[in-house]
């Protein structure tokens, strides 16, 4: 079974075709945004964990991971990502190589690491409705791209996804 | 006509197998360690697919209150996958319904208070990993589940789940205005704090034996419940000089007792129904077709009378009513929690639990030691239990 099919086993909440029709699009859209397709130099955007509103629980880096590997696939590198989530890892590694316990390709003592030019981030709101048949889970996906200098939200795009669930009487 | 009796029964069960029960409630195929942990993970490997959820909600709250944390989550986890999958096509459900299944078949769920607290307990421990947001999700959830009570007045009524909801959007620097109004208005126990976001130290307690399923009427058809007891009706935190009444806001006897009928009580209703008249028809051809077969002129038509009374009584013995009890047997009864600002450090506290005078009982306190970190900025949370099972 593909992750992009709907299994056997479902429920209304987030789910794998979901999160991989999301992304999907999202990735095609923000290839699409000028100042990424005209950009002189590949600008690097650093991501920001996605805010889960709904009434699912769920592995809110999976949507941004997914988003990356797509976009940095894709693109050919016209997108480029700094690994800010590994800064503690990479600042014991630079501190480490300052103190010179660890060897050096480059002067360590260099600022090197890069600063953001956008921040990718999005948000989950969802809305459900329950009666005595089952359930009804609306759930919007947002996505923004925003300009780290100026605030400026340069793209964004948002998909939407509906489920109903009908109960057995037994459960009801 | 007493031998006929039992034999209609028996061939009965020999042939709609009707009657044969499932208790879940059975021990299963190990012998109690005595080990709460060791148990828990044997019942939930041993029990059938049926009961495996039960078995999973049972054992993560005998987790919670061993500290067993990682363990909790595992099992909630699994729990909840299947809580939120979609069961319309469920064939354990529909045979459940059948008028010769009880309805103990079914893939356990649990009802709605089961459901919720399952959610709550998950967020609880989504709270202690620091991921709020997926926190409030439980919150949201375990309310949504008490969503569709006949009587609208109690539709989502517990307290703590909106009242965290909104302190987990306030913590997130959004407005948790409307859940504390929500919260608020359905307080009926104790006043609700107003929000500190600052405050890093949140402590979770539970108090008593929550209700017990019992069945009523002439089959066991009707599903009701036992109130739980507690003899503490509240806390008292202290920690860092600091004194805090921790009152119970939720009451789950209440809320498993407030939700109206169910649809699958109208079908164990009907299946009660068919269970007696097709008995009373049994007793009726019996009787009148033994009469009429001591006449040698009306001994046909008395045979035949025999032998549909017979059916009858067969097809009687072999309706099953009976209401599943299977239950949720160690939740608490009382739900409470408190929310303290602390600086950074290691702190001992202690949780003294009071009764409904507000005396403290002895021999019932709990310590706890607590580490309140500088960065990152992430609350330490604290689940406290007066139960140890």
């Keep these: 079974m593909n992750p992009d099919e709907r299994g056997f086993v479902a429920g209304t909440g987030v789910e794998s075709q979901d999160l991989v029709a999301v992304t999907d699009k999202m990735a095609r859209s923000i290839v699409a945004v000028p100042v990424i397709q005209k950009a002189a130099a590949a600008p690097y955007v650093i991501l ?89 889970d609306y759930i919007l996906y947002t996505f923004q791209l925003i300009d780290a200098r100026t605030t400026e939200i340069v793209w964004e795009d ?12 037994a459960y009801r | 006509m007493q031998m006929l009796r039992t034999s209609g029964l028996c061939l009965g069960l020999a042939v709609l197998g009707g009657c044969a029960t499932t208790d879940a409630e059975s021990p299963a195929a190990w012998t109690k360690s005595g080990d709460a942990m060791v148990d828990a993970r044997q019942a939930i490997e041993t ?34 996958m299947t809580l939120g999958g979609i069961h319309a096509a469920d064939p354990s459900a529909r045979k459940a319904r059948g008028m010769f299944r009880e309805e103990g078949r079914k893939r356990f769920l649990g009802e709605p208070f089961e459901r919720s607290m399952a959610y709550y307990y998950r967020g609880i421990l989504y709270w202690m990993d620091g991921e709020l947001d997926n926190a409030r999700a439980c919150f ?48 009926r126990q104790a006043r ?15 108090l008593g034996r929550g209700p017990r399923k019992y069945g009523d009427g002439e089959y066991g058809e009707q ?39 169910r649809v699958m009580d109208h079908v164990l209703r009907n299946k009660a129904v068919f269970k007696t008249g097709t008995g009373v028809a049994g007793d009726v051809g019996i009787l009148s077709g033994a009469v009429l077969a001591h006449n040698r002129q009306t001994r046909e038509v008395g045979l035949g009378l025999l032998a549909a009374g017979l059916v009858g009584k067969i097809v009687s013995a072999a309706a ?70």
């Design chain 2, 320 to 389: 099953n009513p009976r209401a599943d009890l299977r239950g949720w047997d160690n939740l608490p009864q009382w739900l409470g929690f408190a929310a303290v600002k602390l600086s950074p450090g290691e702190y001992s506290g202690l949780v003294d639990f009071v009764d409904e005078r507000g005396a403290v009982l002895a021999n019932k306190s709990r310590a706890f030691k607590v580490r309140i970190a500088d960065a990152p900025r992430r609350d330490s949370v604290v689940f406290i239990s007066d139960r140890n099972d």
């Design chain 2, 223 to 261: 599903l009701k419940f036992r109130e739980g007891e507690s003899v503490a009706r509240g806390a008292v935190l202290r920690v860092a000089g600091q004194t805090i009444s921790i009152p119970a806001y939720d009451n789950l006897t209440f809320q498993a007792t407030t939700r109206g009928g």
């Design chain 1, 158 to 169: 948002a998909a939407e996804i509906k489920k109903q669930g009908l109960e057995d009487a």
């Design chain 2, 47 to 80: 029990a059938p697919a049926k009961d495996k959820v039960l078995w999973q909600y049972r054992a993560s709250a005998t987790a919670m209150r061993k500290g067993e944390f990682l363990q909790a989550k595992g099992w909630l986890d699994d729990a909840l």
């Design chain 1, 48 to 136: 920001e964990p996605v805010l889960n509103e709904t009434r699912f629980p769920i592995n809110k880096d999976m949507f941004l991971d997914r988003l990356r590997v797509q976009l940095s696939s894709k693109t050919q590198g016209k997108v480029r990502f700094l690994a800010r989530e590994r800064l503690a890892a990479l600042e014991k590694e630079r501190a480490a190589k300052q103190a010179g316990q660890f060897t050096s390709s480059a002067n360590p003592n260099v600022q090197e690491f890069k600063g953001a030019d956008y921040l990718l981030t999005g948000k989950l709101q969802g809305l459900s409705t329950r009666t005595s048949k089952g359930t009804s």
């Design chain 2, 192 to 206: 609700l704090p107003a929000y500190d976001r600052e405050a890093n130290l949140v402590l979770f307690l539970e």
């Design chain 2, 140 to 187: 949201q959830s375990a309310q949504f589940e008490d969503s569709d009570t006949t009587d609208k007045t109690y539709a989502g009524d517990y307290v703590l789940f909106d009242y965290l909801d909104g302190l987990a959007t306030s913590k997130l620097g959004g407005d948790g205005g409307d859940a504390i109004r929500r919260a608020t208005a359905s307080a």
